[in-house]
Protein backbone atom coordinates (compact mmCIF):
# COMPACT_ATOMS: atom_id res chain seq x y z
CA UNK A 1 0.00 0.00 0.00
CA UNK A 2 1.33 3.37 -1.01
CA UNK A 3 2.12 6.52 1.52
CA UNK A 4 -0.40 8.61 1.48
CA UNK A 5 0.43 12.42 0.86
CA UNK A 6 0.01 14.58 3.91
CA UNK A 7 -1.80 17.50 3.32
CA UNK A 8 -0.44 19.85 5.85
CA UNK A 9 -1.71 23.02 4.51
CA UNK A 10 -5.22 23.01 3.39
CA UNK A 11 -4.75 25.92 0.49
CA UNK A 12 -2.16 24.75 -1.11
CA UNK A 13 -1.29 21.50 -3.06
CA UNK A 14 0.97 18.65 -0.87
CA UNK A 15 2.87 18.21 -3.88
CA UNK A 16 3.41 19.89 -7.25
CA UNK A 17 4.68 18.15 -10.26
CA UNK A 18 5.83 20.16 -13.26
CA UNK A 19 6.40 18.17 -16.94
CA UNK A 20 8.87 19.76 -18.47
CA UNK A 21 8.14 19.14 -22.66
CA UNK A 22 9.91 20.44 -25.84
CA UNK A 23 8.62 18.03 -28.46
CA UNK A 24 7.60 15.34 -26.99
CA UNK A 25 4.12 14.65 -28.80
CA UNK A 26 3.91 10.78 -28.65
CA UNK A 27 5.25 10.56 -25.12
CA UNK A 28 3.53 13.49 -23.12
CA UNK A 29 -0.20 11.95 -23.26
CA UNK A 30 1.10 8.61 -21.44
CA UNK A 31 3.40 10.63 -19.59
CA UNK A 32 1.11 12.53 -17.52
CA UNK A 33 -1.66 10.30 -17.37
CA UNK A 34 0.64 7.99 -15.17
CA UNK A 35 1.79 10.87 -12.96
CA UNK A 36 -1.72 11.93 -12.65
CA UNK A 37 -2.29 8.08 -12.06
CA UNK A 38 0.41 8.00 -9.59
CA UNK A 39 -0.86 11.01 -7.43
CA UNK A 40 -4.35 10.56 -7.65
CA UNK A 41 -3.79 7.09 -5.61
CA UNK A 42 -1.58 8.47 -3.07
CA UNK A 43 -4.62 10.78 -2.34
CA UNK A 44 -4.33 14.18 -1.18
CA UNK A 45 -4.76 17.59 -3.25
CA UNK A 46 -1.68 17.87 -6.10
CA UNK A 47 -1.20 20.01 -9.06
CA UNK A 48 0.62 19.12 -12.60
CA UNK A 49 2.16 21.53 -14.57
CA UNK A 50 2.99 21.25 -17.87
CA UNK A 51 5.71 23.71 -19.18
CA UNK A 52 5.44 23.76 -23.12
CA UNK A 53 8.38 25.36 -24.07
CA UNK A 54 7.78 26.61 -27.63
CA UNK A 55 7.55 22.98 -29.10
CA UNK A 56 6.48 23.12 -32.79
CA UNK A 57 5.14 19.32 -33.00
CA UNK A 58 1.73 19.14 -31.52
CA UNK A 59 2.60 18.89 -27.88
CA UNK A 60 1.09 22.30 -27.17
CA UNK A 61 -3.01 21.32 -28.00
CA UNK A 62 -1.84 17.49 -27.08
CA UNK A 63 -0.86 19.88 -23.49
CA UNK A 64 -4.10 22.10 -23.40
CA UNK A 65 -6.22 19.15 -23.82
CA UNK A 66 -4.55 17.27 -20.75
CA UNK A 67 -5.51 20.32 -19.36
CA UNK A 68 -8.84 20.21 -20.34
CA UNK A 69 -9.28 16.43 -18.91
CA UNK A 70 -8.14 16.66 -15.15
CA UNK A 71 -8.47 19.53 -12.98
CA UNK A 72 -5.24 19.10 -11.05
CA UNK A 73 -3.50 20.07 -14.62
CA UNK A 74 -2.22 23.14 -15.61
CA UNK A 75 -0.64 24.45 -18.87
CA UNK A 76 2.48 27.62 -19.43
CA UNK A 77 3.48 28.01 -23.10
CA UNK A 78 6.78 29.24 -24.01
CA UNK A 79 6.69 31.62 -27.04
CA UNK A 80 9.07 31.25 -28.15
CA UNK A 81 11.15 28.58 -26.66
CA UNK A 82 13.05 29.54 -23.87
CA UNK A 83 15.62 27.29 -23.09
CA UNK A 84 15.40 24.44 -19.74
CA UNK A 85 16.70 27.14 -17.71
CA UNK A 86 13.48 29.08 -17.80
CA UNK A 87 11.73 25.80 -17.97
CA UNK A 88 13.29 25.14 -14.93
CA UNK A 89 12.52 28.07 -12.88
CA UNK A 90 8.85 28.34 -14.11
CA UNK A 91 8.83 24.86 -12.99
CA UNK A 92 10.01 25.80 -9.65
CA UNK A 93 8.09 29.40 -9.02
CA UNK A 94 5.01 28.66 -10.99
CA UNK A 95 3.97 25.56 -8.99
CA UNK A 96 2.92 25.74 -5.67
CA UNK A 97 2.73 22.51 -3.26
CA UNK A 98 4.57 21.35 -0.07
CA UNK A 99 6.96 18.96 -2.16
CA UNK A 100 7.72 19.84 -6.14
CA UNK A 101 9.38 18.18 -8.67
CA UNK A 102 10.29 18.60 -12.33
CA UNK A 103 10.39 15.56 -14.43
CA UNK A 104 11.00 15.20 -18.22
CA UNK A 105 8.20 14.45 -20.41
CA UNK A 106 10.19 11.41 -22.35
CA UNK A 107 9.37 8.88 -19.72
CA UNK A 108 13.23 7.97 -18.73
CA UNK A 109 12.08 8.79 -15.35
CA UNK A 110 9.17 6.54 -14.31
CA UNK A 111 6.03 8.47 -12.79
CA UNK A 112 5.39 5.12 -10.67
CA UNK A 113 8.83 5.72 -8.70
CA UNK A 114 7.85 9.17 -7.59
CA UNK A 115 6.37 7.08 -3.89
CA UNK A 116 10.11 6.39 -3.35
CA UNK A 117 10.91 9.23 -3.94
CA UNK A 118 8.64 11.02 -1.48
CA UNK A 119 9.23 8.55 1.15
CA UNK A 120 12.83 9.40 1.03
CA UNK A 121 12.25 13.30 1.68
CA UNK A 122 10.23 12.59 4.87
CA UNK A 123 13.49 12.35 6.20
CA UNK A 124 15.47 15.28 3.86
CA UNK A 125 14.82 18.90 2.05
CA UNK A 126 16.12 17.26 -0.86
CA UNK A 127 16.37 13.97 -2.75
CA UNK A 128 18.77 13.56 -5.24
CA UNK A 129 17.84 10.80 -7.91
CA UNK A 130 21.13 8.90 -9.01
CA UNK A 131 20.99 6.93 -12.67
CA UNK A 132 23.11 4.22 -11.60
CA UNK A 133 21.87 2.41 -14.99
CA UNK A 134 22.02 6.10 -16.94
CA UNK A 135 20.82 5.08 -20.84
CA UNK A 136 22.17 8.40 -22.40
CA UNK A 137 24.29 8.40 -25.39
CA UNK A 138 28.49 8.46 -23.82
CA UNK A 139 28.80 12.31 -25.28
CA UNK A 140 25.66 13.25 -22.63
CA UNK A 141 27.81 11.03 -20.05
CA UNK A 142 30.96 12.66 -20.48
CA UNK A 143 29.65 15.85 -20.10
CA UNK A 144 27.71 15.42 -17.09
CA UNK A 145 30.64 14.28 -15.66
CA UNK A 146 32.64 17.13 -16.60
CA UNK A 147 30.37 19.16 -14.98
CA UNK A 148 29.91 17.02 -11.56
CA UNK A 149 34.03 17.39 -11.53
CA UNK A 150 34.30 21.32 -12.27
CA UNK A 151 31.32 21.63 -9.66
CA UNK A 152 33.32 19.61 -6.89
CA UNK A 153 36.61 21.51 -7.22
CA UNK A 154 35.39 25.19 -7.55
CA UNK A 155 32.29 24.58 -4.77
CA UNK A 156 32.71 21.87 -2.93
CA UNK A 157 29.76 19.98 -3.50
CA UNK A 158 30.21 16.63 -5.05
CA UNK A 159 26.77 15.06 -6.18
CA UNK A 160 26.23 12.41 -8.96
CA UNK A 161 23.68 13.51 -11.52
CA UNK A 162 23.13 17.34 -10.88
CA UNK A 163 21.10 17.76 -13.32
CA UNK A 164 18.61 14.91 -13.13
CA UNK A 165 14.91 14.58 -11.23
CA UNK A 166 15.21 16.14 -7.65
CA UNK A 167 12.33 16.55 -5.08
CA UNK A 168 12.45 19.39 -2.58
CA UNK A 169 10.46 20.75 -0.06
CA UNK A 170 8.78 24.32 -0.87
CA UNK A 171 10.04 25.78 2.58
CA UNK A 172 13.45 25.25 1.80
CA UNK A 173 13.01 26.52 -2.41
CA UNK A 174 11.11 29.26 -1.41
CA UNK A 175 14.32 30.86 0.58
CA UNK A 176 16.47 30.22 -2.49
CA UNK A 177 17.81 32.39 -4.71
CA UNK A 178 17.72 31.31 -8.72
CA UNK A 179 19.94 34.08 -10.53
CA UNK A 180 21.14 31.70 -13.68
CA UNK A 181 18.77 31.41 -16.76
CA UNK A 182 20.74 28.48 -18.05
CA UNK A 183 20.72 24.39 -17.33
CA UNK A 184 23.32 25.71 -14.21
CA UNK A 185 19.76 26.14 -12.38
CA UNK A 186 19.57 22.95 -10.91
CA UNK A 187 22.83 23.44 -10.25
CA UNK A 188 22.78 26.81 -8.14
CA UNK A 189 19.78 25.35 -6.29
CA UNK A 190 21.62 22.16 -5.01
CA UNK A 191 25.01 24.59 -4.26
CA UNK A 192 22.63 27.22 -2.41
CA UNK A 193 20.88 24.05 -0.51
CA UNK A 194 24.53 22.79 0.44
CA UNK A 195 25.08 26.53 1.92
CA UNK A 196 22.01 26.84 3.75
CA UNK A 197 23.09 23.49 5.20
CA UNK A 198 19.70 21.98 4.25
CA UNK A 199 19.76 17.49 4.35
CA UNK A 200 20.57 16.04 1.42
CA UNK A 201 19.61 12.52 0.26
CA UNK A 202 20.52 10.69 -2.79
CA UNK A 203 18.54 7.93 -3.77
CA UNK A 204 18.98 5.61 -6.97
CA UNK A 205 15.97 4.42 -9.56
CA UNK A 206 15.82 3.06 -12.77
CA UNK A 207 16.69 5.29 -15.68
CA UNK A 208 14.73 4.00 -18.60
CA UNK A 209 15.64 4.45 -22.51
CA UNK A 210 14.07 7.07 -24.32
CA UNK A 211 11.42 4.96 -26.89
CA UNK A 212 10.23 8.29 -29.21
CA UNK A 213 11.46 11.77 -29.82
CA UNK A 214 14.71 13.10 -30.01
CA UNK A 215 17.41 14.16 -27.02
CA UNK A 216 19.10 17.81 -27.09
CA UNK A 217 21.95 19.65 -25.78
CA UNK A 218 24.80 16.85 -25.36
CA UNK A 219 27.45 19.09 -28.29
CA UNK A 220 31.05 20.09 -27.79
CA UNK A 221 29.21 23.95 -27.45
CA UNK A 222 27.47 22.02 -24.39
CA UNK A 223 30.48 21.31 -22.99
CA UNK A 224 32.01 24.99 -23.53
CA UNK A 225 28.54 26.76 -22.00
CA UNK A 226 28.85 24.72 -19.31
CA UNK A 227 32.54 25.33 -18.39
CA UNK A 228 31.52 29.09 -19.15
CA UNK A 229 28.24 29.08 -16.74
CA UNK A 230 30.14 27.52 -14.01
CA UNK A 231 32.69 30.17 -14.03
CA UNK A 232 29.87 32.68 -13.76
CA UNK A 233 28.19 31.33 -10.87
CA UNK A 234 31.41 30.89 -8.97
CA UNK A 235 31.94 34.48 -9.87
CA UNK A 236 28.68 35.50 -8.40
CA UNK A 237 28.64 33.50 -5.39
CA UNK A 238 31.77 34.91 -4.42
CA UNK A 239 30.40 38.46 -4.60
CA UNK A 240 27.75 37.30 -2.28
CA UNK A 241 29.68 37.03 0.84
Known amino acids: M ?3 LAQPDADRPA ?3 AVMCYNEAELLRDMVNRVHAVLHQLGGRFEIL ?3 DGSTDGSGPIADELAAEHPQVRVLHHSPNLGIGHVLINGYR ?9 LPADLQF ?3 DLPKAMEALKEADVVNIRRPDRRDPLMRKFISRFDETLVGLLFGVWIIDLHWVKLYRRSLLDRLTIVSRTPMVDTELLIRAHKAGAKIVHLSLPHHPRTAGRSTGATFSRLVRTFADLW ?3 W ?5 K
Open 2 to 4: PNR
Open 15 to 17: VSI
Open 50 to 52: IVD
Open 94 to 102: QTTGDIVAI
Open 110 to 112: APE
Open 232 to 234: KLR
Open 236 to 240: RLWFE
